[in-house]
């Protein structure tokens, strides 16, 4: 005979507000079956806990509906209480009365009446529920890591230095990503290549460390701790194992004029090329698409300089490796908005508009300028540089709608390196806000305008042109509450972060979800922000939300800290909620393991005593099977069925709805 | 049909997509129609036609089938047998005389909570005009009656 425990939370006023649990506890109290029904504040805090594992022992409750909140939230803290009172963790439901019921509605007779029958549904699943043991599964010790710039190397080297293996891999010829672009970085002024390339080596030289570059995740399959991956390894026609850096193919290249993209087309590279001088691995790819030879199929003056033999091979094809992974560290990062959306500020109209990060090429000492600023029109030093802030962030209408988060910083950071280059030199900002929330961040854009005479006009910018070889930018001082108009030497667009532009289909190919723009959802924005809602995905950097340096660092550290506390463990425990057969029914028409995405099923055959077959049947394998239940439906003699979500739990849950 | 006739629509959604798009609309407090009932199940190819006729039979005036869109099924391809699976369920429908606007299909993400909250509004809408689904509901009172001996 069953013995339900219903367990109604307030959660605060959050659900009570909406909801008369008085009438929801009468009604489900006279339900069949149930024991006890209580209400209370908070039954995820610890007397709330508490109150639920007493009634459990007291009343030796077989099942336990608490309604609340989503499963997705405390389906997991209740299961625990469960387990503690000595109840099957399994016999736990919860009655999502609060994000799919108080919180949707606005009249509480209706909210009520929905309430009751939700809670009534799943005290009738629960009454069908069975008890449930977890699964064991082994877990590989290997990591990868997708995407080597500062967030993916910081992943893999403190993954790494716990003496796990790690599999780095990134689409580019080098590791670095944008951090390698940029030139000093805030708030600390320290060039950015001085402090991330010693770390691209430690990365590169690491012995648990294997730098996969110029490569691409194909396909990604298994589950947490049993993750297999494909990894294309794209041909570079150089071999990386015997090239040593000299950089004379890169010397005697006759295509020069293709503008580099690293340099964000401000200085120009050959076909053959390394993105930057400090690439690691400083070994050259050649571009298909720009080299003679691979166009017109003479040239090879690359292979005729280089000293190796056999060492630049035209003949080289992409070729793919496969590893068994058990944790995978998502850090493909961003890319910046194209700027074109906006007419007004005449980018790639005029050659002196430019975005922020072709600015710090200009800034960065390895730049095109060796760290003059110059304009990319005449090669001339501006006097007077206007930045527009939020270019394209914070702008429903054309942009995005969220805060890009470097921005005000970055800016605030061109304006002192302008003024410290330039000691003449003006800087006139049009600003929003300023959002300098960091350590030592509002410290910094104080001295940008007390020390470096940053000038902050508080308003946008409607218009931008060209008049005597100034650009004349037209804005509003909404302080002021007057129009303004400044004659600039060069503009720059602080323009919004945006997800990579293929973020959705690499999401898509890991399993793993994004939001509206194209980043990555973590599974819980304040509590678990690093996991994934996939087991074993972790995030971090800019591919979750746009970050600066110091934060996409910690959640590298934060990700890898996850990653090694799984390797701490030799086995895992998995949700048992699995597929079964039953072998008195099943006809082995073999329809389940068409069905099954997973190819967990099997066939295995039943022998009599002497080892005749008597016949065969569908077996699954519930290490691999993961709970989809595409067979359950499939099976045309219902042999088929899925623990948790058993044909009878669902009908009933149906029946009594 | 009267004007205060209230629709309940029974919705078979899958826990990582539509289920999530509906906790979404929920945290960020949306309203719509409370005619909606959720059954939670893994995946949408999970959701067999019996289902849909149970709880058209148990008092549903119509029944929503969502899940993650093409290509974003966390089982895979899951999604793509319940598309297909609901493909032949439609021609057998028009053979057992329910009509087909009982029954919606729909695509609903993790990140679509307003999404959800408007194909609730929608759909009840549409079951108002529908008027209640009766003829099924009859059907099983007499079964029950039958049964009963």
């Not at chain 1, 064991?136 to 993916?152: D, E, Y």
């Not at chain 1, 293996?165 to 970085?185: A, D, K």
């Not at chain 2, 493909?87 to 993790?110: H, K, M, N, Y």
Request: glycine share 8%.
């Amino acid at each position: 005979m069953a013995k339900i425990g219903v367990f109604v939370c307030h959660c605060g006023e959050n659900i009570a507000s909406m909801v008369d649990t008085a009438t929801l506890v009468r009604k489900i109290s006279e339900h069949p079956g149930v024991e006890v029904c209580t209400e209370y504040k908070y039954f995820c805090s610890d007397p709330g806990q508490e109150t639920v594992k007493r009634a459990i022992r007291e009343n030796n409750l077989t099942g336990v509906v608490v309604a609340a909140c989503s499963p997705r939230m405390h389906e997991t803290t209740f299961r625990k209480a469960c387990a503690e009172a000595g109840l099957n963790p399994y016999m736990l439901e919860m009655a999502n009365i609060r994000e799919h019921c108080s919180w949707v509605h606005s009249d509480k007779e209706k909210a009520t009446e929905k309430a009751i029958e939700i809670t009534r549904s799943l005290v009738e699943k629960v009454k069908r529920n069975n008890d449930l043991k977890p699964i064991s599964v082994p877990v590989t010790r290997r990591a990868l890591v997708i995407g080597g710039g500062i967030a993916g190397i910081q992943a893999a080297l403190d993954i790494a230095g716990a003496g796990r293996e790690v599999i780095l891999v990134e689409r580019e010829p080098s590791i670095g990503g944008h951090m390698s672009q940029l030139s000093e970085t805030f708030p600390t002024l320290d060039c950015s290549q001085c402090i991330l390339t010693p770390r691209m080596v430690e990365a590169i030289q690491h012995p648990n460390i294997k730098v996969l570059t110029y490569s691409e995740v194909e396909s990604v399959d298994g589950y947490i701790g049993n993750f297999k991956v494909k990894i294309r390894k794209k041909a570079r026609y150089v071999d990386i194992n015997k090239c040593t850096g000299c950089g004379d193919c890169i010397q005697k290249c006759p295509v020069k004029k293709i503008p580099s993209e690293f340099e964000c087309g401000l200085g120009n590279r050959t076909a053959i090329y390394t993105p930057f001088a400090q690439a690691v691995p400083n070994v050259p790819v050649i571009d298909t698409t720009r080299c003679t030879y691979f166009k017109n199929g003479k040239c090879k003056i690359c292979q005729k300089t280089c000293q190796i033999e056999n060492c630049i091979d035209f003949e080289m094809q992409d070729t793919f490796e496969e590893y068994e992974i058990g944790a995978i560290v998502v850090a493909t990062g961003f890319q910046i908005q194209d700027t074109s959306l906006y007419g007004e500020y005449g980018y790639g109209k005029y050659k002196d508009v430019i975005t922020g990060l072709s600015f710090e090429r200009l800034a960065s000492a390895s730049g095109p300028t060796s760290g003059k600023i110059l304009r990319p029109s005449d090669g001339k030093e501006p006097e007077t540089i206007v930045f527009i802030q939020c270019a394209g962030s914070r702008d429903p209408s054309k942009g995005v709608k969220y805060c890009s988060k470097i921005c005000c910083m970055y800016t605030a950071k061109h304006a002192m390196l302008f003024a410290h280059k330039n000691h003449h030199g003006r800087s006139q900002i049009f600003y929003m806000d300023i959002r300098a929330a960091g350590k030592g961040y509002d410290e910094f854009t104080r001295r940008a305008i007390e020390e470096d005479g940053a000038e902050y006009l508080r308003g946008r910018v409607s218009k931008l042109y060209e008049e005597n070889g100034k650009l004349i930018v037209r804005g509003v001082d909404s302080l002021l509450g007057k129009p303004v108009e400044v004659a600039a030497d060069m503009v720059v667009l602080a323009t919004a972060i945006v997800p990579q532009p293929d973020a959705k289909e690499t999401a898509k190919k890991i399993g793993i979800g994004y939001d509206e723009y194209g980043f990555y959802n973590e599974a819980h924005l304040k509590l678990r922000p690093v996991e994934t809602a996939t087991a074993g995905i972790y995030l971090c950097g800019a591919c979750q939300s746009p970050k600066d340096i110091p934060d996409s660092v910690a959640q590298a550290s934060a990700a890898a800290a996850k990653v090694i506390g799984l390797f701490s463990r030799e086995q895992l425990e998995r949700e048992p909620v699995v597929a079964g057969v039953n072998d008195a029914t099943c006809a082995g028409c073999q329809g389940c393991i068409m069905a099954c995405p997973y190819n967990a099923i099997d066939v295995r055959d039943i022998n009599d005593r002497n080892g005749n077959l008597i016949k065969q049947v569908a077996d699954v394998n519930p290490g691999l099977c993961q709970g989809c239940g595409t067979c359950v439906t499939f099976c045309r003699s219902n042999s088929i069925d899925l623990a948790g979500f058993t044909e009878k739990q669902i009908f009933a849950e149906v029946m009594a709805l | 049909m009267s004007e205060s006739f209230e629709p309940k629509i029974v919705a078979f959604v899958c826990t990582y997509c539509t289920y999530a798009g509906a906790d979404l609309a929920g945290t960020s407090r949306l309203k719509y129609a409370p005619n909606v009932r959720i059954v939670r199940l893994p995946c949408t190819g999970r959701i067999s036609p019996m289902f849909i006729l149970k709880a058209l039979q148990k008092g549903a005036d119509s029944v929503l089938v969502s899940g993650c869109h093409p290509g974003d099924c966390h089982f895979a391809a899951g999604n793509y047998h319940a598309r297909r699976r609901w493909t032949v369920f439609r021609a057998l429908l028009a053979f057992t005389g329910i009509p087909e606007e009982r029954i919606r299909f729909s695509w609903v993400s993790a990140a679509e909570g307003a999404k959800f909250a408007d194909l609730i509004n929608e759909i009840t809408e549409d079951t108002k005009k529908l008027g209640p689904f009766t003829q099924y509901q009859e059907l099983q009172k007499v079964i029950e009656t039958q049964s009963s001996y």
